[in-house]
């Protein structure tokens, strides 16, 4: 099932819109996974959350910095 998934993600889906909650760490490893996979990955700023602004902010620059939108 794995493999069928990630042919699957691989070859016919290219762009990915992120919602989510820990943005430093669920969110941002996905992010930075897919997008080095070739995958394009926009994250909704509003629609990712985490405990400590500063945090928060922090791990929206990173993956804006590695190719997120």
Same mark, same amino acid.
């Given at each position: 099932m794995?493999?069928? +998934? %990630?042919?699957?993600?691989?070859?016919?889906? %290219?762009? *990915?819109?992120?919602?989510?909650?820990?943005?430093?760490?669920?969110?941002? @490893?996905?992010?930075? =996974? *897919?997008?080095? +996979? =070739?995958?394009?990955?926009?994250?909704?700023?509003? !629609?990712?959350? +985490? @405990? @400590?602004? *500063?945090?928060?902010?922090? %791990? +929206?620059?990173?993956?804006?910095?590695a !190719? %997120? *939108?």
């Open positions: 794995k493999d069928n +998934l %990630a042919t699957t993600l691989n070859n016919q889906i %290219a762009s *990915f819109i992120i919602v989510s909650i820990e943005v430093h760490v669920c969110v941002q @490893q996905t992010v930075l =996974g *897919f997008l080095e +996979l =070739g995958h394009d990955m926009h994250v909704v700023a509003d !629609g990712v959350s +985490l @405990q @400590q602004p *500063f945090d928060w902010e922090i %791990a +929206l620059r990173r993956m804006t910095s !190719g %997120a *939108f």
